[in-house]
């Protein structure tokens, strides 16, 4: 098929869950022969390792710049325009519309696949035009992540907050009417977009290359804990923050070795002032991230906020790392606590389960097999990558139908 991909975002290098996403599906389906052209919209032009990395993936790599978050026009649509503040954020590009609408009038796309809601905006007016079916894939539920987002504005923007909230959700159901199908990445945000859109809503996992982490061994007497994130991602700021206020201070208590490993794009500098304790370690982002799990002990996922389903934990448990998690870090995962990881709701049963882990290498080794043994079940990128050909296919059938 010739598809038509549309990223709010370059693919590479894969920094973040949703990046990672995208790459691996990219690969996966050039890897079965479809002929894909990649559009772009990002804040930072590629570089020579981001060319390596994607054109080989595809027939065309189009990259147009996004305008600079202070702009004067986004600032005056984050408090007057119809749109969310993210949506603003990523839209109103005139250039981004008409290379776009370019790209339809070529014709012969078999999919055009568009990424996120909140990319849609300069996009919508050329689908409408046309006539063009297109599947929206919806990473999480945006409207439904504003805590973490929000909590971290003073209070006295709680009148606009509100307001953003609400855009956000009148958004989504105009941007979920428009599709011909949308892609959730869990049941769970699956159902939750149903409620409020009459438009098929399908869902692909999230996935990992197991074969990637097949060789890593965890080495379970390091007392090291390992946690990844994208700190551009509120969720995982938060989740970081309440693992060293109030968490680790409870693990140091029974396990004093213990060792807190930060990894990710993004770290902000002012954390290793804040917590300047010699047990933590900050790693910012990591190329060789198998190497870096291969030499801790279990993965700590405090999250209690976000949507969709966390790479990272996939990641983690394709390591053989045992899990310690909350109900949010294992959101969209078929796993079962006790079995496939160690839950845990408040500061002092997660601490708990990561003495646990530390103190009980049999219990450590059989969490770190039950959790490689599910993702090798349940989350390769080739399943995922089958089910999105699956609904480009039922696509095309209706089309011809029609």
Request: proline share 6%.
């Amino acid at each position: 098929m010739r598809v038509l991909w549309v990223v709010p975002y370059l693919p590479w290098p894969t920094t973040s869950g949703g990046k990672t996403r995208q790459y691996q599906l990219l690969r996966a389906l050039a890897a079965r022969g479809h002929r894909i052209t990649l559009l772009v919209q990002s804040k930072t032009p590629p570089d020579d390792e981001c060319r390596r990395m994607l054109e080989p993936l595809l027939e065309r790599l189009i990259v147009l710049p996004r305008r600079s978050l202070r702009s004067p026009l986004t600032l005056l649509a984050a408090l007057f325009a119809p749109w969310p503040l993210l949506t603003t954020v990523n839209g109103l590009s005139s250039a981004f519309s008409a290379r776009f609408s370019a790209l339809l009038e070529e014709g012969g796309w078999d999919v055009v696949q568009v990424e996120h809601s909140y990319g849609l905006q300069p996009l919508l007016g050329p689908l409408q035009q046309k006539r063009q079916p297109f599947v929206l894939t919806e990473h999480n539920l945006e409207s439904a992540l504003g805590a973490a987002t929000y909590d971290r504005l003073p209070r006295w923007l709680a009148p606009f907050i509100h307001y953003d909230q609400w855009r956000a959700r009148r958004w989504e159901r105009q941007a979920f009417a428009a599709a011909s199908r949308v892609v959730a990445v869990t049941e769970a945000d699956a159902q939750a977009m149903r409620a409020i859109t009459q438009t098929p809503v399908a869902v692909v996992v999230n996935g990992v290359d197991c074969q990637a982490f097949a060789s890593v061994q965890a080495e379970l007497s390091s007392q090291r804990v390992l946690f990844v994130g994208n700190y551009e991602y509120a969720p995982n700021c938060d989740a970081v923050q309440w693992a060293l206020d109030e968490i680790f201070p409870l693990v140091w208590q029974r396990c004093p070795q213990a060792r807190f490993a930060v990894a990710g794009y993004a770290l902000p500098a002012a954390w290793a002032q804040r917590w300047s304790d010699p047990r933590i370690e900050w790693h910012g982002f990591v190329a060789d991230l198998p190497q870096l799990q291969a030499s801790c002990a279990s993965f700590l996922a405090p999250l209690r906020h976000g949507g969709g389903s966390k790479l990272k934990v996939i990641e983690a448990l394709a390591a053989g790392l045992p899990l310690v998690s909350t109900a949010q870090g294992v959101s969209g995962l078929a796993v079962e606590g006790a079995h496939d990881y160690l839950p845990g709701e408040s500061a002092e049963a997660l601490a708990n389960a990561l003495a646990q882990v530390l103190g009980d290498a049999q219990l450590a080794q059989g969490l770190a097999e039950a959790g490689r043994a599910y993702v090798r079940r349940e989350h390769d990128w080739s399943g995922a990558a089958e089910r999105l050909e699956a609904l480009y296919q039922d696509m095309q059938q209706e089309q011809v139908c029609a």
